[in-house]
């Protein structure tokens, strides 16, 4: 891996990780409100489920490969 790739796969993963904590902060602020759509919160925990496989996935790759 190049270090611009590594550079990128870090900013990227920088991306994801924000929108994971953005997305928490508005399942809960759904959740705490009367009335609130529950399709919509269903909707966005899976969105939130895709980006922690592709934080993990990210991840992964710029972890090196150690033989023990």
């Given amino acids: 891996m190049t270090p611009d790739e590594e550079r990128e796969l870090r900013e990227q993963l920088a991306r994801l990780q924000q929108e994971h904590r953005d997305l928490d902060a508005a399942i809960a602020a759904l959740q705490a409100s009367p009335g609130s759509d529950i399709i919509q919160v269903q909707r966005l925990k899976k969105r939130k489920l895709q980006l922690r496989d592709r ?14």
């Fill in 55 to 68: 934080i993990t996935f990210i991840e992964d790759q710029l972890t090196p490969d150690i033989i023990a």
